[in-house]
């Protein structure tokens, strides 16, 4: 199999979708308690401003509680990715090279500094719409946006990464 060589540069919106999904749609059991909590919070409280009586304390409380922290880990993730954007604490804006071979993958930054990343050194891998991203930890990791890649190179990085993780490799989107 040839290399498959991309020149990404990531700008704000793209970190903020991969943070977005690193914060809440990573995890599967995030989306299964948001599906839950939400309509039960709003049922909780339509049937106390309907009633006018509170019936059952623990489960109003406790979902209003739940809701109110959805509601707050919302908001604090996107005032921190502000916040990362703001104060350049993240790599936007610079071109950098992916070098996709079979067992490796090597960045070089646009002032030329390189690093080799085996497949076994990233814990997580995903496909998502327009995206792979491959964890180094469960923060960081590496960003390889699709619009700079040509269809067919798609194809051969998915198949190389089925092929490297198996199951552990998940397509959540492929756009």
């Not at 409280?45 to 109110?68: C, D, Q, R, T």
């Not at 327009?130 to 964890?135: K, P, T």
Request: positive net charge; aromatic residues 14%; hydrophobic residues 40%.
């Amino acid at each position: 199999m040839e290399k498959i060589t991309v020149k990404s540069t990531l700008d704000g919106k793209d970190y903020e979708k991969v943070t977005m999904f690193g914060a809440f749609t990573k995890s599967r059991l995030l989306p299964l308690v948001l599906c839950f909590s939400i309509p039960v919070s709003l049922l909780q409280i339509m049937e106390v401003i309907n009633s006018g009586v509170i019936h059952n304390k623990f489960a109003y409380y406790g979902s209003v509680f739940l809701l109110s922290m959805i509601i707050f880990l919302y908001f604090m993730t996107r005032l921190s990715i502000k916040n990362f954007i703001k104060n350049d604490k993240v790599l936007l804006g610079k071109q950098r090279k992916f070098i996709i071979e079979e067992k490796s993958i090597t960045t070089v930054s646009s002032d030329h500094v390189k690093n080799n990343y085996a497949y076994n050194q990233f814990i997580d891998a995903y496909e998502i719409n327009g995206y792979f991203l491959l964890y180094v930890d469960k923060v960081s990791g590496l960003v390889i946006t699709k619009r700079d890649m040509e269809q067919a190179d798609i194809e051969n990085f998915r198949t190389i990464l089925k092929n490297a993780y198996g199951k552990k490799f998940q397509i959540r989107g492929r756009k």
